[in-house]
């Protein structure tokens, strides 16, 4: 069955980098996009941008372009989500979410999200 | 600022049928597919209707989605105590060049 798994909460100080990874399963992980999408505490979904693990193409929402970079590992099927400058807004639950065939952008599979706090 | 909007709460009681709205505008609803997601508590979103109507398979046929103009709509029908959860609603936006989401509709069931 396919599966997102995510890595684990992380605590970062403002000025920070924090990198999550995502680790797919089930599936053949260069054949679908991976996007990432966040949530602040009580909010709504946030879509970041989306990363093709088979060519490394990527695209980033305006709001977070020079801030954020989304690499992948195709030998462990594993994507990552690194964003630099944290500041306290950044303090969300960080989800990757696979994107169906013809549709990226249509999320079929979510990870579990990651807990990123950002705090002094 | 969400370019789509919804209601931020709605309820209903067990066996009755509610439906959630999304509006949005021209770049967005208006000529894309819509797609909503359900957030139970406490866990991630999961795909509940695809392009404007499709159910993926294991959704109940309780749940419709429908679209006209720069609005959509999710029906619930049969209404269950297992349904209460935040509804999101997406769509890709044109201007944006990246999918927008409402801000989400927290369902409680009395």
């Known amino acids: 069955q396919v599966q997102l798994v995510q890595s684990g909460a992380e605590v970062k100080k403002p000025g920070a980098s924090v990198k999550v990874s995502c680790k797919a399963s089930?599936?053949?992980?260069?054949?679908?996009?991976i996007n990432w999408v966040r949530q602040a505490t009580g909010q709504g979904l946030e879509w970041m941008g989306w990363?093709?693990?088979?060519?490394?193409?990527?695209g980033y929402a305006q709001k977070f372009q020079g801030r954020v970079t989304m690499t992948r590992n195709t030998s462990i099927s594993t994507a990552y989500m690194e964003l630099s400058s944290l500041r306290s807004e950044d303090t969300a639950v960080y989800y990757c979410?696979?994107?169906?065939?013809?549709?990226?952008?249509?999320?079929?599979?979510w990870g579990q999200g990651t807990l990123v706090t950002v705090s002094s | 600022q969400s370019e789509v909007t919804q209601a931020p709460s709605a309820s209903g009681t067990p066996g009755q049928r509610v439906t959630i709205s999304c509006s949005g505008s021209?770049?967005?609803?208006?000529?894309?597919?819509v797609f909503w997601y359900q957030q139970l508590p406490g866990t991630a979103p999961k795909l509940l209707i695809y392009?404007?109507?499709q159910r993926p398979s294991g959704v109940p046929d309780r749940f419709s989605g429908s679209k006209s103009g720069t609005s959509a709509s999710l029906a619930i029908s049969g209404l269950r105590s297992e349904d209460e959860a935040d509804y999101h609603c997406?769509?890709?936006?044109?201007?944006?060049?990246?999918?927008?989401f409402g801000g989400g509709t927290k369902l409680t069931v009395l």
């Open positions: 979410a696979r994107g169906s065939p013809g549709y990226s952008y249509e999320f079929d599979y």
């Open positions: 089930g599936y053949t992980f260069t054949s679908y996009d």
């Open positions: 990363m093709n693990p088979n060519s490394g193409n990527t």
């Open positions: 021209s770049s967005n609803i208006g000529k894309n597919y």
């Open positions: 392009r404007n109507t």
């Open positions: 997406a769509a890709w936006d044109d201007s944006l060049s990246g999918p927008v």
